[in-house]
C-alpha cells in the first residue's frame, strides 16, 4: 500500500537512538556527554531540535558571563556562534538580571494573566521604542509563536478580512495555526497526514539575492528586489490571483506577516529596496505591514529593529520575542492602538502571557541594550566578523557568499562557485567537525547548506580572531574531503 511506502520513507529520515549514540562515538564527545546522551535518547522525543540540528548534539552546561563562550558537561570549551539562537543578545547572563530576577522572585512570578505596575511600565517603554510615530498598544503573549498567532488574529479581527500574504522561506512559528505561515521541508514532511492547515494563506517570494526566485537573471540584488517587487505588484493588480478585485478595489486581503531578513532561512537579507517597496505596495493596497522580528529585533543587526535601516517603514504590528527578556521565555506584540484593540475579549490569552518575573528581566534588559549603545556594539563587531569572513572568500572556494548585517551573519557553501550548486553534506560535516574543534555554529538554510552566526554582542574581539581562525582550518579540512577546488 502507498500509505505504508510513504510513512516507510519519512521513518528512513529520522534519527534513531543508536545513530545518535554512534555519531557521538564518530565525533569523541567526551565521556559525561555520552552518558547523558545515553539518557537523553531513552526519555527525549527523537524528533526534538537537538537531534535535528546536529548528528550528536553537546550537552550544554554553563556559558561565560563577559564573552561568547559555553561549557559543556564535560567542561570542553566552544565559542558560542548562535546565543540560544540571537535570545542571549546581552549575554548568556549578567549580575544586573540575577538581581533583578531575585527582587521580583521574592515579590511574586506570576498571577495568571493580570497587571502589574511591571507590565505597564513594560508596556510603556515598548511604545516608545518601537517604529512609528501613531498612537500604538501591547499584547502580551509567551513565545515567539504565540506573538504571531496574536498578530494573525489582530490582522483579521481589524480588517474583517481573512487572508495573510507570508514570503515563501519564512518562519513563523510550528504550531498548528503557525506552521501555514513557515516554509520549511522538514516541518511539512514531518508533520502528518495532516499538517496545519489554514485556507487564507498565500505566498509571495523573498528576494534571496543570491539565488533570485523571481529573476534568476540578476546582477544585483537591487534588481532581484525588483522583479519580486513587480511580482507581487502584478499579484495584487490582477484578478487572475483573487486577492483583489481590481474594478473596485475589495480585497480580502489582512496583512503581510513577514520576516524582514529570513533568520530560520539562514540569515537572508534582501536587497535594500524591498523593504520599502512591500511596505510601500502595502500602503498603495490597504494592507497591514506585520514585521514579524523576533529574531531580528532588539539591536541584533545593528539597530534596534531591522525596520528601522528603512527610514520611512513603520509597521503597523511588530512581533517580539527572543532576546527581550534574556532568556526568559517572553514576548508581545506592539501595533496601532486600534489594531491591537480590535482583538475581542477572550479572543487570546495564555497563563504566562505578561507575568511579572518576565516583564522586570525585559525592562532591565533593554536599559542595558540603551545604556551600553549595544546596537552600535552589534554594528561594529558585525562589520568586522563579516570583513574577515570576506577575506576567506579570497581562498575559501567552498563560501559561495557571505551577507549580514550587524551580528546577524550568513553564510552559503557551495561544492561550486559556478554553479552554485549547495554544499549540504559538506556543511552537514562542517556543523560537527566545528564542534569538534570548539566552535557551535547553527546549520541553516532552505537547502541546509548556510550557517546563520549570531552570537551574544559581549563576544571579544580575541574569541572573534579564534573563530576566524577554526573555520579557516575546517573549510580547509572540507574542501581536501570533499575535493572542492577553485575559487571561481
Ligand atoms: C522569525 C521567527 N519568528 C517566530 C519564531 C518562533 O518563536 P518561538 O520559537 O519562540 O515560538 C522564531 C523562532 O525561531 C523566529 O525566528
Not at 567542561?75 to 549575554?91: K, L
Not at 518576565?358 to 563579516?386: D, M, P
Request: glycine content about 8%; overall charge negative; proline content about 5%.
Amino acid at each position: 500500500m502507498k500509505i505504508l511506502e510513504t510513512i516507510n520513507s519519512k521513518l528512513k529520515h529520522r534519527p534513531s537512538k543508536e545513530k545518535i549514540i554512534e555519531n557521538a562515538v564518530k565525533w569523541g564527545l567526551g565521556p559525561k556527554t555520552m552518558e547523558m546522551l545515553e539518557r537523553a535518547v531513552n526519555v527525549e522525543g527523537l524528533g526534538a531540535m537537538p537531534f535535528t540540528m546536529y548528528d550528536a548534539p553537546p550537552i550544554i552546561e554553563k556559558a561565560l558571563e563577559d564573552d561568547a563562550i559555553v561549557y559543556d558537561v564535560d567542561g570542553r570549551e566552544y565559542i558560542d556562534t548562535m546565543a540560544g539562537f540571537a535570545v542571549s543578545n546581552i549575554g548568556h547572563h549578567r549580575r544586573e538580571i540575577l538581581e533583578v530576577i531575585v527582587d521580583q522572585f521574592s515579590k511574586i512570578v506570576q498571577y495568571s494573566e493580570m497587571l502589574s505596575e511591571v507590565r505597564i511600565k513594560l508596556g510603556e517603554k515598548l511604545v516608545s521604542i518601537t517604529p512609528g510615530s501613531f498612537p500604538k498598544k501591547v499584547y502580551y503573549g509567551v513565545t515567539g509563536t504565540d506573538a504571531n498567532e496574536i498578530a494573525i488574529k489582530m490582522a483579521r479581527s481589524y480588517t474583517g478580512r481573512p487572508i495573510i500574504i507570508t514570503q515563501w522561506g519564512d518562519y513563523h512559528g510550528r504550531s498548528i495555526g503557525t506552521i501555514p505561515f513557515t516554509t520549511s521541508f522538514s516541518t511539512w514532511s514531518q508533520n502528518y497526514p495532516i499538517m496545519g492547515a489554514d485556507l487564507n494563506v498565500v505566498r509571495i517570494p523573498f528576494p534571496y539575492c543570491y539565488r533570485c526566485p523571481c529573476n534568476p537573471k540578476a546582477d544585483s540584488c537591487d534588481e532581484c528586489d525588483e522583479s519580486c517587487l513587480e511580482f507581487v505588484d502584478y499579484m495584487l493588480s490582477h484578478s487572475y490571483y483573487g486577492l483583489r478585485d481590481p474594478s473596485t478595489g475589495e480585497t480580502n486581503v489582512a496583512g503581510f506577516l513577514v520576516e524582514p531578513y529570513q533568520s530560520a532561512a539562514g540569515y537572508i537579507l534582501p536587497g535594500d529596496k524591498w523593504i520599502p517597496g512591500l511596505y510601500k505596495l502595502s500602503r498603495e493596497y490597504d494592507i497591514l505591514y506585520l514585521a514579524d522580528e523576533i529574531q531580528t529585533g532588539w539591536a541584533r543587526t545593528g539597530k534596534l529593529w531591522a525596520v528601522e535601516h528603512y527610514p520611512r517603514v513603520e509597521p503597523d504590528v511588530i512581533m517580539i520575542s527572543k532576546s527581550i527578556a534574556n532568556g526568559l521565555p517572553f514576548s508581545v506584540v506592539v501595533g496601532r492602538a486600534e489594531i491591537v484593540d480590535s482583538l475581542g475579549p477572550g479572543a487570546h490569552t495564555t497563563t504566562f502571557a505578561g507575568y511579572m518575573l518576565g516583564c522586570a528581566v525585559a525592562l532591565k534588559t533593554i536599559e542595558i541594550i540603551e545604556k551600553e549603545n549595544l546596537a552600535s556594539v552589534a554594528r561594529v563587531k558585525g562589520e568586522k566578523l563579516i570583513n574577515a569572513l570576506k577575506d576567506l572568500m579570497e581562498h575559501h572556494p567552498v563560501i559561495g557568499y557571505v551577507e549580514g548585517r550587524g551580528l546577524y551573519i550568513g553564510i552559503e557553501f557551495v561544492k561550486d562557485r559556478k554553479t552554485k550548486k549547495p554544499a549540504t553534506e559538506e556543511t552537514k560535516w562542517m556543523t560537527m567537525r566545528l564542534m569538534q574543534k570548539g566552535v557551535l555554529v547553527k546549520r541553516a538554510g532552505y537547502l541546509g547548506n548556510r550557517f546563520a552566526l549570531s552570537p551574544p554582542f559581549t563576544i571579544k574581539e580575541a574569541t572573534m580572531n579564534r573563530l576566524i581562525e577554526v573555520f579557516d582550518e575546517v573549510f580547509s579540512e572540507a574542501e581536501d574531503k570533499f575535493s572542492i577546488k577553485g575559487k571561481d
